[in-house]
């Protein structure tokens, strides 16, 4: 089983959409999650991070947390043709003095005018 | 904040020779240091970690006597290529995470090697 899930996509949604993303792990001792985006060619950005169970909001992004069920989603209100890219979810603890974050293969974002 | 630059963003070198490439923090001190390769429509492949004054440590799989890393400060990294062949061509990535305890890290711009 791969550490860190998540759908290669392409996910097509319309402008103005909301798009959601989402990502599983099967570390329940995972401590840290993060959503990167990253447009062909270019380095990842970090959007959104979450440590604590339930929704943390940054503009038109959302990122959902549930430790239980082990999954973390990326929501993006109003998307935007510039939205699309590769949305990479890296899930992280520490262990033995050192952190190691896991990286998913990524989702394909695409939104169409 | 949190800016990582890379040095060279490219480099064309030819087979055999060797290819330094930096890594520095800018705004930040980073105590762990991250190298990363990523091929063409592939997801990130992590090669070492390297904490300030240590040694890196490699991944599975990754030749540490090819791929020479340095973090003698707190603010930079390097990678150096040994020998390079046209399978290292790549796209080479670094990043970065803060002291404190913070656990995002940074990413550079990466650098893209193309060996001939």
């Known amino acids: 089983q791969k550490e860190v899930e998540q759908n290669s996509g392409p996910l097509s949604v319309p402008e103005g959409a909301i798009a959601s993303l989402n990502c599983t792990y099967s570390d329940r001792g995972s401590q840290s999650f993060f959503w990167y985006r990253q447009y062909s060619g270019k380095s990842p950005e970090l959007i959104m991070f979450?440590?604590?169970?339930g929704d943390k909001e940054d503009g038109r992004f959302t990122a959902q947390l549930n430790k239980a069920s082990q999954y973390v989603s990326l929501l993006i209100r109003d998307s935007q043709p510039s939205d699309s890219a590769t949305y990479l979810c890296?899930?992280?603890?520490?262990?033995?003095?050192?952190?190691?974050?896991?990286f998913g293969r990524g989702t394909s974002l695409i939104v169409h005018p | 904040g949190a800016v990582v630059s890379q040095h060279p963003s490219w480099v064309i070198c030819k087979s055999g020779t060797s290819v330094k490439i930096e890594c520095r923090s800018l705004?930040?001190?980073?105590?762990?240091m991250f190298w990363y390769r990523q091929f063409p429509k592939q997801s990130l492949m992590l090669m070492a970690t390297?904490?300030?004054?240590?040694?890196?440590?490699?991944e599975q799989g990754v030749e540490k006597d090819k791929f020479l890393i340095n973090h003698a400060s707190l603010t930079l990294s390097t990678l150096t290529v040994t020998s390079a062949h046209p399978e290292d061509s790549s796209f080479y990535i670094c990043s970065a995470r803060g002291t404190g305890g913070r656990h995002e890290q940074y990413f550079g711009p990466g650098t893209r090697l193309t060996v001939t």
């Open positions: 390297s904490n300030e004054g240590s040694k890196a440590t490699y």
């Open positions: 890296a899930v992280g603890k520490a262990a033995g003095g050192s952190y190691i974050p896991t």
């Open positions: 979450i440590y604590s169970n």
């Open positions: 705004d930040f001190q980073a105590t762990t």
